[in-house]
């Protein structure tokens, strides 16, 4: 059976029955808040050692009021000493502020602050903090490439990163983003894309920093790295075309620059080669030029001593440099009207040293040859005038 089913006063299940205190009168009526309250208190102070719950005189009320407010006292006073000192560690510092405004930083250690006056904002200033971003930007050359940047940094002012700026991790954030689109604005996409990255990294650190000091966030870049840098998916085979297209670009210069490094070497080496022959034979010619002015100089000097030897000698010479290069020789007589023609090759054949084949003509032989053919000559001129006197008669 339920405890509020009808019964009748001798259900014991009653709350509100007979069997409670104060309740005696009242049939099954609610029992009055005061005597609830009543029985609160004198649970509580029988937990203290306080009075009997059973002590129904007049000063209950009171005596029960004071216990409950010396409790909750003694509790608010426990709970604000507890609130009254903090602990920093070795990587953190405290930023106090009291009623607001700014008192002190305080460093590692075990401190005291005034509870519900005094605050205290504890900064990691050791800590290497990362922040990364990931963006669509527009380069100098019209192009759209997907920049994902990564930042680390630590806190080197707690005051300006816990008082100066309101939210200073998504200040960063707006920071670097801004700092990165500006760079990459100003550079084409090719570096962007293949060996400029540690260019950009280096010039967007330096940018971010320069904001974040006129911000005054407090914080410092230690690295700024760009993980990744790549055109969007949807343009990426127009991309790869015109990147292979530049790479048959690079080959094709290449291998013109080698056929050039072959062929300008060897024409060089053609044109030196050229140059140096000129020069030999200028200098070939100039001093068979110096050397045939000083032979006809000497020979000027032997001239003017014996005239007439010099020029029988000279005709001499003459006549064996021609004999030596014609086998046959046609004299034209004076005075007479046929040309004689002298054997020359029979006349040497008649000479020693002509026997061996492959023999040369010394200079007596060329004499002794000379002489046979004016021999000849005059032989021939003084027959072919005693035929002309002969008919004139």
């Given at each position: ?43 509580i ?8 719950g ?50 002190n930083?305080e ?32 380069t ?9 940047l ?14 100066r ?9 707006s920071?670097a ?14 570096p ?20 974040l ?7 410092v ?10 055109p969007?998916?949807?343009v ?29 070497p060897e ?43 010099t020029?029988e ?29 002298l ?31 004016l ?7 003084n ?11």
């Amino acid at each position: 059976m339920a405890w509020n089913e009808p019964g009748g006063k001798g259900n014991p299940n009653d709350p509100w029955g007979n069997n409670n205190r104060g309740n005696k009168n009242r049939g099954n009526q609610p029992p009055d808040l005061d005597d609830a309250l009543k029985q609160l208190m004198d649970k509580i102070n029988g937990l203290f050692g306080k009075g009997n719950g059973n002590n129904n005189n007049g000063n209950d009320n009171g005596s029960g009021a004071g216990g409950f407010f010396g409790i909750a006292a003694a509790i608010l006073v426990v709970m604000l000493a507890f609130n009254s000192f903090y602990t920093l560690d070795e990587q953190e510092r405290g930023v106090v502020l009291r009623l607001g405004k700014y008192l002190n930083t305080e460093g590692p250690g075990l401190h005291f602050k005034i509870p519900l006056v005094d605050q205290v904002i504890p900064v990691n200033t050791t800590k290497v903090r990362e922040a990364e971003i990931k963006e669509r930007m527009l380069t100098e050359d019209e192009n759209i490439v997907e920049v994902e940047l990564n930042a680390q940094y630590r806190v080197a002012d707690p005051i300006a990163f816990a008082l100066r700026v309101e939210l200073p991790e998504r200040t960063l954030l707006s920071a670097a983003e801004s700092a990165l689109r500006h760079e990459v604005g100003s550079a084409a996409m090719d570096p962007i894309l293949t060996t400029g990255r540690a260019v950009l990294a280096e010039k967007v650190q330096i940018r971010l920093q320069d904001y974040l000091d006129r911000y005054q966030t407090g914080m410092v870049l230690t690295n700024v790295n760009i993980k990744d840098a790549r055109p969007p998916a949807q343009v990426k085979a127009a991309f790869d075309d015109v990147q292979k297209a530049k790479q048959d670009k690079e080959r094709f210069i290449n291998e013109a620059e080698a056929y050039a490094n072959a062929v300008v070497p060897e024409a060089r080496g053609r044109a030196q080669r050229q140059l140096e022959e000129a020069s030999a034979y200028k200098a070939r010619i100039i001093a068979r030029a110096e050397g045939e002015a000083a032979r006809f100089n000497n020979l000027y000097s032997e001239y003017k001593k014996a005239p007439a030897v010099t020029r029988e000698r000279l005709y001499i010479e003459a006549l064996s440099d021609v004999y030596t290069s014609s086998s046959k020789v046609l004299v034209d007589v004076k005075g007479g009207n046929n040309m004689m023609y002298l054997p020359l090759d029979k006349l040497m054949q008649n000479m020693p040293a002509a026997k061996g084949d492959g023999a040369s003509l010394s200079s007596g032989d060329i004499s002794r040859l000379t002489d046979q053919v004016l021999n000849e000559v005059r032989t021939r001129q003084n027959s072919t005038g005693n035929t002309t006197r002969r008919e004139g008669r």
